[in-house]
């Protein structure tokens, strides 16, 4: 794919019949005007909902689409991560935010053993005693089912993306739909059909504050915490470090990079490491939220989070999380508009309408090669 | 496959010994050598894993232990096991002198074309007298089970392949297309006849696997021919089925009146390839200009919005979640196909052997090379003159005609379409047939389709039976209680893991495929240059 740009250059009157053909000129005005039409629509369908159902209906919808979104957005990182880096639409992601929430269960019932046997303190009775008892939990449940799920992202593009990274790119695609069902598959068979507890009921409770009639819990605020916090901590974490540095050099060049002496290999397995420790963040924050996973949530929500990822900008992290919380408001209120039942299907539809018109999402940086 | 692709390769003369091998040696050769043998070791071992106190007589050695034959039927089973024994010996033989030290391993076919036909023959005999002249006295106590009987129909067909494979090695590399298309064909014409006890078998033989094959047929245009990640093939599949499904029921008062024609089945048929073809173009139009990853999730995106449009009932047209009931079953020269799955079968055999002639011949098409030139590079491709996005436009609505072409059967032939029966599953389905059959390849696709099929309406179904026997038989009752059916997932995803990483190009490659993806990368010009893709 190297050099198509020059091709481009050296045969200028192809490339504008092309675009005559292709009528350019109303892509190009789509492209321009997307994010006014984006934001006027999502303030219509909010102003409609408040106007149909009340104020405070409209006000909890909105916290309600905040915190999804801030969800979607932590998914949609892990996405936007790795495309950057090596261009490959992990389909498996949203399944290792399912995993990372059967994880999450798993080592939490583990630790609940060890604490049962010790000191005969489960961790759900020390996670619902107080704000420190729950911090305490947090602090030992987040890093462990972080790592867990990175190191089985890490796994997974070991064995199953490694050795395709210069075949042609059908096939890595097909590995990870591959990949996607093996993890779909085996919580199926592990977790049963229907939706599974996952421990964590009431961690967090109460209302923090009302504003004007809307009630904001002390949950929502969690999540929409932890996720910025994750967020930031990351920029943070690619803009000063070194391995950062690395990852931005390998995604922008990575024939340079690897010449500049970055370990090439490592460098993309610490970014499978790190989305999959956001999408785990995720997916805890969503089982201590809903306190329900089942096995094919990861499908639907890895569509709805790449679709953040493109809205955003693929490539470009800050873009994901503009994205997810843009997504989790539009998913919010076009089920609220449609009484519930099309709102994954408004999403989908976005997808296609972004990627007619705008390609590049709104703080696109890399630009999707048109071919 | 061996074909040449017109206007891309050329068939160099074999220059050693060892090309001349891998000539005389063609993947369908192999196909047959391998689906023999599988035959024949399934009909040796059936009847251990389903019934092991099965006391009839048949082709199995376990029969014969159980109620030793005697007089000159001893004498048939003997010899039929004997050569039996030998094949698989062979096969064996095969497999470690091509380890050992990659010689001449196919050594003795024609020994072996005798020996398949010995067996044969004696299975025949042993068969027909079982049958037909119940000889009680040549075997001892009779109780033919339909289980016997199908291990006996396994090893006959397991023989007549072998000696098919072996007898006409030559024949066979020249013209393996044809041998395949005929083997097939004759294969898939008797399936209802060989397994005629078990009805669900013929039902799941009508209802899926020829359908999962039509399936595999249309998104291999997509995916093979023109390299786009179709992740939403089963939209099409839907909007095929709707289609028939309000045409041709009461739903809306039966729509298309023909004078004469109280039913057109077969123009709707071709009416819900046309409307799935139309979305399909609707689809790809705005998308196509993008790389193909994207197309890949936009597709997935679509997928999940139709049965998700189905299911709330849009425009008041689809029934929501109860789907649309009572569509009329088709007719053929004024015989009503009802509700027998047979017709239905041989009705899709035949359409699907045209779709492969037509498949073929936009392979070889000026549209089919356009295709090809697209998906090994479209800057090329389109500097030498082809509309890019029309060329994959084609290719994308085509896919989905095919598609809604098995929908509208489908719809028709089960008399009720639902959402339920257009998730996920039945896109990944298809995707995995095409993989593991080889991507661009019609064969493969084809032989894809059967294998799919047999593996998920066949052997996890089976499995629970087998492990229960084997469980109970060994002591390890863990084994009993393990339900195969939730294990469909994980094994498309070993498939297509598993297929990408160790054979790319699929079970049957198609030639230019294999040394695409086998090259990739630097050395694919290098491939080019050689003229070898």
């Known amino acids: ?371 | 496959m061996p074909e040449p692709v017109a206007g891309l390769g050329d068939v160099d003369l074999p220059a050693t010994a060892a090309e001349t091998r891998a000539q005389e040696s063609s993947s369908v050769y192999w196909l047959l050598v391998i689906g023999g043998l599988m035959m024949l070791l399934g009909g040796w071992l059936l009847p251990w894993f389903v019934e092991p106190t099965a006391n009839g007589i048949g082709a199995s050695p376990m029969d014969v232990v159980a109620s030793p034959p005697r007089g000159v039927g001893s004498v048939l089973v003997d010899l039929m096991c004997l050569s039996m024994l030998g094949l698989l010996a062979g096969a064996a033989y095969d497999a470690v002198s091509l380890r050992l030290r990659r010689g001449q391993p196919y050594r003795w076919a024609r020994q072996r074309a005798v020996l398949a036909a010995v067996g044969m023959v004696c299975t025949v005999t042993v068969w027909y007298l079982i049958a037909k002249r119940r000889e009680e006295p040549l075997f001892g106590e009779l109780s033919p089970l339909a289980l016997t009987d199908n291990a006996v129909w396994l090893t006959l067909t397991g023989f007549a392949l072998c000696c098919l494979a072996y007898g006409f090695r030559r024949p066979i590399a020249a013209r393996s297309g044809l041998v395949l298309a005929a083997v097939a064909l004759v294969i898939g014409a008797l399936v209802p006849l060989i397994f005629r006890q078990s009805i669900e078998f013929i039902s799941w033989a009508a209802g899926a696997a020829a359908i999962y094959t039509l399936l595999a047929l249309g998104l291999n245009v997509v995916v093979g021919f023109a390299g786009l990640l179709d992740l939403g093939y089963a939209a099409f599949f839907a909007i095929g089925a709707y289609t028939c499904g309000s045409l041709a029921s009461s739903r809306h008062g039966d729509v298309l009146h023909i004078p004469f024609w109280p039913y057109p089945f077969w123009i709707i048929l071709f009416l819900g390839a046309a409307v799935a073809a139309l979305f399909g173009a609707l689809l790809g139009a705005p998308t196509l200009r993008l790389r193909g990853d994207y197309l890949a999730i936009v597709t997935l995106g679509f997928g999940e919005i139709i049965p998700d449009a189905a299911n709330n009932n849009a425009f008041g047209q689809t029934g929501g979640p109860n789907g649309i009931t009572g569509i009329h079953h088709p007719s053929l020269f004024g015989h009503d196909f009802g509700i027998d799955p047979r017709p239905y079968y041989y009705a899709l055999l035949v359409l699907i052997a045209l779709i492969i002639v037509v498949l073929r011949n936009l392979e070889r098409s000026r549209i089919g090379r356009a295709w090809v030139a697209v998906r090994e590079d479209e800057v090329a491709a389109s500097a030498t003159g082809i509309n890019t996005v029309s060329t994959k436009l084609l290719a994308f609505a085509i896919g989905a005609a095919v598609s809604g072409f098995a929908g509208a059967f489908y719809g028709a032939e089960l008399g009720i379409v639902s959402p339920d029966d257009f998730q996920f599953a039945v896109s990944v389905t298809a995707l995995s047939t095409v993989v593991l059959g080889g991507i661009g390849s019609i064969t493969g696709a084809a032989v894809g389709g059967l294998l799919i099929s047999f593996i998920i309406f066949w052997i996890l179904p089976h499995a629970q039976e087998w492990s229960m026997t084997f469980g109970n038989t060994t002591g390890f009752t863990a084994l009993s209680s393990v339900d195969y059916s939730k294990y469909v997932y994980v094994a498309y995803g070993v498939i297509l893991v598993s297929i990408m990483l160790l054979r790319p190009a699929g079970l049957i490659p198609s030639r230019a495929r294999k040394v695409e993806l086998q090259a990739g990368g630097e050395s694919e010009p290098l491939a080019a240059v050689r003229g070898r893709a």
């Open chain 1, 1 to 371: 794919m190297e050099g198509q740009g020059e091709v481009r250059a050296a045969l200028p009157p192809l490339a504008r019949r092309r675009t005559l053909l292709r009528g350019g000129g109303l892509a190009e005005l789509g492209s321009r005007a997307f994010p006014t039409v984006l934001i006027g629509a999502l303030v219509l369908m909010i102003v409609d909902v408040a106007v149909r159902s009340g104020l405070s209906v409209a006000g909890s919808q909105l916290v309600n689409g905040i915190t999804k979104g801030a969800i979607f957005a932590l998914i949609a990182v892990g996405y936007t991560m790795v495309y950057g880096i090596i261009e490959l639409i992990n389909f498996a992601h949203g399944d290792v935010f399912t995993l990372s929430a059967v994880y999450g269960k798993e080592i939490g019932r583990g630790l609940s053993w060890i604490g049962m046997s010790l000191w005969g303190v489960s961790l759900g009775s020390l996670a619902t005693r107080g704000p420190l008892g729950l911090a305490v939990v947090l602090l030992i449940l987040f890093p462990l089912t972080m790592a867990a799920t990175g190191i089985t992202g890490v796994l997974i593009e070991r064995v199953a993306y490694r050795r395709l990274r210069d075949a042609p790119r059908l096939a890595p695609l097909i590995t990870a739909v591959g990949v996607s069902f093996i993890l779909e598959g085996s919580m199926l068979v592990t977790q049963g059909s229907s939706n599974v507890r996952t421990d964590k009921e009431g961690w967090i409770r109460g209302t923090a504050f009302t504003a004007g009639g809307v009630d904001v819990h002390w949950a929502d605020i969690f999540v929409v915490g932890m996720a910025l916090l994750m967020m930031f901590a990351l920029q943070a974490f690619i803009r000063s470090t070194r391995l950062g540095k690395a990852m931005r050099a390998t995604a922008q060049d990575r024939d340079a990079a690897l010449l500049s002496g970055v370990n090439i290999n490592r460098t993309i397995a610490a970014t499978f490491f790190i989305g999959s420790a956001l999408a785990a963040a995720g997916g805890l924050i969503y089982s201590i939220f809903f306190d329900s996973v089942v096995w094919n949530l990861g499908f639907g929500f890895g569509i709805i989070a790449f679709t953040a990822a493109v809205l955003g900008g693929i490539g470009n992290i800050v873009g994901a999380g503009l994205g997810g919380f843009l997504i989790g408001l539009i998913y919010v209120f076009g089920g609220q508009i449609t009484s519930g039942q099309w709102s994954n299907s408004i999403v989908f539809a976005m997808l296609i309408v972004v990627l007619t018109f705008r390609p590049v999402g709104l703080l696109g940086m890399r630009v999707p090669d048109r071919a």
